[in-house]
């Protein structure tokens, strides 16, 4: 049975850091990209990074970038996004997802989701 599970969620003001992770199990992990989504209320779900594990080939949204960084612990099966100088418009639900071979807008295995929230 495939599980994620995100974590690492909370309150921040502006400019400070949050690390979320993402620990899966239930599937060959190095056959997988794991990527973080987020969803704002009111808004479109937004793909933001992405992480292929077998070759560690990294995704980044323009609206993250600079900003935030995705890895992966392949030991732990767990894949990381350290978010740095958060601003309010991040504010938002995170969701993780594992997707066979490369991250795609449609399909995986998605997690519960964790709030965070970015304060001025």
């Known amino acids: 049975e495939v599980q994620i599970v995100e974590s690492g969620g909370g309150s921040v003001q502006a400019g400070g850091s949050l690390r979320l992770s993402c620990a899966t199990s239930?599937?060959?992990?190095?056959?997988?990209?794991i990527g973080w989504s987020r969803q704002a209320p009111g808004k479109e779900r937004e793909g933001i990074s992405c992480i292929a594990i077998s070759d560690g080939s990294t995704y980044y949204a323009d609206s993250v970038k600079g900003r935030f960084t995705i890895s992966s612990d392949n030991a732990k099966n767990t894949v990381y996004l350290q978010m740095n100088s958060l601003k309010p418009e991040d504010t938002a639900v995170y969701y993780c997802?594992?997707?066979?071979?490369?991250?795609?807008?449609?399909?995986?295995?998605w997690g519960q989701g964790t709030q965070v929230t970015v304060s001025s």
């Open positions: 239930g599937f060959t992990f190095d056959r997988y990209a």
């Open positions: 997802a594992a997707y066979l071979f490369a991250c795609s807008p449609h399909g995986g295995d």
